[in-house]
């Protein structure tokens, strides 16, 4: 991921959609699932945050979903076994039914 401070947005949002009794998900495509292998968020540290694993188990624990598209990890050779165990590994569909059944989305 070459830009890893656009992760920190979606989570920190995720966390507060929670906060506010909404239900949130994240669905991760394309090279947006390398940060989901196990040991990648470690890694990644922006300014004074908290390292992203870190902001990723405080979104877990909020009670958010995350999804992984399986086709990605198709399309980069990722198999199920290379990322967190928490994460979904998920067709498409279910990012078109997820955006179906929500009353809003974001993009990141």
Same mark, same amino acid.
């Given at each position: 991921?070459?830009?890893?401070?656009?992760?920190?947005?979606?989570?920190?949002?995720?966390?507060?959609?929670?906060?506010?009794?909404?239900?949130?998900?994240?669905?991760?495509?394309?090279?947006?699932?390398?940060?989901?292998?196990?040991? &990648? !968020?470690?890694?990644?540290?922006?300014?004074?945050?908290?390292? +992203?694993?870190?902001?990723? @188990?405080? =979104? $877990?624990?909020?009670?958010?979903?995350?999804?992984?598209?399986?086709?990605?990890?198709?399309?980069?050779?990722?198999?199920?076994?290379?990322?967190?165990? &928490? !994460?979904?590994?998920?067709?498409?569909?279910?990012?078109?039914? +997820?955006?179906?059944?929500? @009353?809003? =989305? $974001?993009?990141?």
């Amino acid at each position: 991921m070459n830009t890893p401070e656009r992760l920190y947005s979606p989570l920190i949002l995720a966390q507060t959609a929670k906060a506010m009794e909404v239900d949130a998900a994240i669905y991760f495509l394309g090279m947006a699932i390398t940060v989901m292998k196990r040991g &990648e !968020a470690e890694k990644i540290k922006v300014g004074n945050f908290p390292n +992203l694993k870190q902001v990723i @188990d405080q =979104t $877990m624990a909020a009670g958010v979903e995350f999804y992984i598209c399986e086709a990605s990890c198709q399309l980069i050779g990722l198999d199920r076994g290379d990322f967190i165990p &928490e !994460a979904n590994i998920v067709g498409a569909a279910t990012l078109n039914d +997820l955006v179906l059944e929500a @009353d809003g =989305t $974001m993009w990141f």
